[in-house]
């Protein structure tokens, strides 16, 4: 009866002591499970008693991975991506991707092409969410050859075509006039109407002072439109378009008077 009591006791501890040793080993136990569609999931690997020569295994999953998608960017000749750059990348789902261009000189950016579905806009600086694997490009083409001086009062307020203020003006001329018909429309009477005024500037130098102080706005704006969202250069270029066709108006009537008018 004692010897009974013994053997009970030693074989309580034993299980005790495999309770306590066999789990641990377990948990450092992990397997990754491939699964169809990209899937794959993370579990651990857990050793089931078998009466068989092979042991079985249960997999306790402990969750799914993120699901990836590439994309894939390049661009035509005139320009390139800079943000994120050009190439293939990695992404979770649904993260959502900044894309920016830049155009060469005498280039100007024209549309996105590819898997666009998720394209926040058809602009310079914009966004696509990814939902699957894409594959887009940025398509540019070459500017229209312009008339000699074109930046014809700035030139003349200014003194020099290589002022900071024109050049501002132009990358705004650029990517915002000479890309939609509208612009290309505005620029065109700019062209017809202000060569005369130019002139009046030159041999008025006193007038000088006053048409930098008026080109202020548009230069601060055409600042603005170049370094901010989307939907702030929509905003700021409807502005700046109402303005324009403000100021067209003016310098055609000018234009009908004539010089002695001022």
Not at 41 to 70: D, K, N, R
Not at 71 to 97: A, C, D, K
């Amino acid at each position: 009866m004692k010897n009974s009591k013994i053997m009970l006791l030693a074989l309580v501890y034993i299980a005790l002591v495999c309770s306590l040793i066999l789990p641990a080993s377990v948990m450092e136990a992990s397997e990754t499970v491939s699964l169809p569609d990209d899937h794959s999931i993370q579990g651990q690997v857990t050793p089931m008693v078998s009466m068989g020569a092979e042991p079985e295994y249960a997999i306790w999953i402990l969750g799914e991975a993120a699901l990836q998608y590439t994309l894939t960017i390049g661009s035509t000749g005139g320009g390139s991506v800079t943000t994120p750059g050009e190439g293939t990348f990695v992404y979770n789902e649904g993260t959502v991707v900044d894309l920016v261009v830049k155009a060469e000189t005498d280039y100007k950016f024209v549309r996105w092409a590819g898997d666009i579905g998720t394209l926040e806009c058809q602009c310079h600086s914009t966004t696509i969410t990814m939902n699957g694997n894409y594959t887009i490009m940025a398509n540019f083409e070459k500017l229209p050859p312009l008339p000699p001086n074109t930046c014809f009062i700035a030139t003349a307020a200014y003194g020099t075509p290589m002022a900071e203020e024109i050049q501002i003006l132009r990358e705004f001329r650029d990517e915002y006039l000479l890309s939609n018909t509208l612009g290309r429309a505005l620029v065109n009477i700019y062209y017809n109407v202000s060569p005369s005024i130019a002139e009046f500037i030159i041999e008025h130098p006193r007038l000088k002072p006053i048409v930098k102080v008026g080109l202020l706005p548009v230069v601060a704006m055409s600042t603005a439109v170049v370094n901010t969202t989307p939907a702030e250069k929509m905003a700021i270029t409807s502005l700046l378009v109402l303005v324009a066709v403000i100021v067209t108006i003016w310098a055609t009537k000018w234009r009908g008077r004539g010089p002695d008018y001022i």
